[in-house]
């Protein structure tokens, strides 16, 4: 099993920054891709950004060029700062790791990005 818990969600004004972060814990070897998902209320969860083992990351084209996914193999977190933020950037924000077939989730960070 592989534990893992986000953090550093909150209020924001828009064109603010945040950084979330995601810690693994368990038994986290051979974790493949992190990344993070959104979920805004009535809508369904969509891919924000992946990285993978080796660094490679992909992004939602709706983040590209305001959001950038990192990794710390070290202390077995991802990040995702968030610059820019705009009100539709408002939902909560989910973590997860691939781990062979399957696919852990932490249990979410709200991001409020209002005036």
């Known amino acids: 099993q592989v534990q893992l818990v986000e953090s550093g969600g909150g209020l924001v004004q828009p064109g603010g920054s945040l950084r979330l972060s995601c810690a693994a814990s368990?038994?986290?070897?051979?974790?493949?891709?992190m990344g993070w998902y959104r979920q805004a209320p009535g809508k369904q969860r969509e891919l924000v950004a992946v990285?993978?083992?080796?660094?490679?990351?992909n992004y939602a084209d709706s983040v590209k060029g305001r959001f950038t996914i990192s990794r710390d193999n070290a202390k077995n977190t991802v990040y995702l700062q968030m610059n820019s933020l705009k009100s539709e950037d408002t939902a909560v924000y989910y973590c997860?790791?691939?781990?062979?077939?399957?696919?852990?989730w932490g249990q979410g960070t709200q991001v409020t990005v209002s005036s």
């Open positions: 997860d790791a691939v781990q062979g077939t399957r696919v852990y």
């Open positions: 368990g038994r986290i070897f051979s974790i493949a891709a």
């Open positions: 990285i993978s083992s080796g660094g490679s990351t």
